[in-house]
């Protein structure tokens, strides 16, 4: 399915519920999310449908929505909940992917990047967001890239090699007024 007119205003979050598990467990079982997407990160998403209220770009899930069809799912996290990536008091980390394969390859990434910035940003005083995917992760690193996040090198954690992105808060102040 092809995408066209403006993307930007065609996507939204919605909160991580119960009515999306199987959904989510589908997309995480296909070869191109499974490659990259940790067992751990999925307990966490499953977790977020137990809580009353998930505050989105708070803390937990959402549902990437395009014309309010579920196409994936992002993760904001904070230091105490991820053994996994090093943050500061002041940064928060996000995960995402596409899962349903009919949106890949449509330049949707740093659109949906873009937006959740945004959100996290107005909704936090986050100063800087952090995302670290595998090395050889190309459609996240190059979207990331594209929605100005910058390139910190390599990293090792847990036997896996992965590049550290981050986008401070004054990168996208203007956007945020």
Request: aromatic share 10%; charged share 30%.
């Amino acid at each position: 399915m092809k995408i066209s007119g403006s993307k930007e205003r065609n996507i939204t979050f919605a909160e991580m519920s119960n009515e999306y598990i199987e959904l989510v467990k589908a997309w995480v079982a296909k070869p191109h999310v499974c490659r990259w997407w940790t067992d751990s990160w999925s307990k966490e998403i499953f977790q977020d449908t137990s809580y009353e209220k998930n505050e989105s770009f708070i803390h937990g899930s959402t549902i990437i929505c395009v014309d309010d069809v579920p196409i994936g799912l992002s993760q904001i996290y904070f230091s105490s909940s991820s053994s996994e990536t090093s943050l500061s008091c002041d940064e928060c980390g996000l995960r995402f992917f596409i899962g349903d394969a009919e949106y890949l390859k449509q330049k949707l990434g740093r659109v949906i990047i873009s937006k959740l910035v945004e959100g996290i940003f107005r909704a936090t005083k986050i100063e800087r967001i952090v995302c670290e995917p595998q090395a050889d992760n190309w459609p996240a690193i190059i979207s990331l890239k594209r929605a100005k996040f910058r390139d910190h090198g390599r990293v090792r954690r847990a036997n896996l090699s992965l590049v550290r992105l981050s986008l401070p808060r004054n990168l996208v102040e203007k956007k945020l007024k």
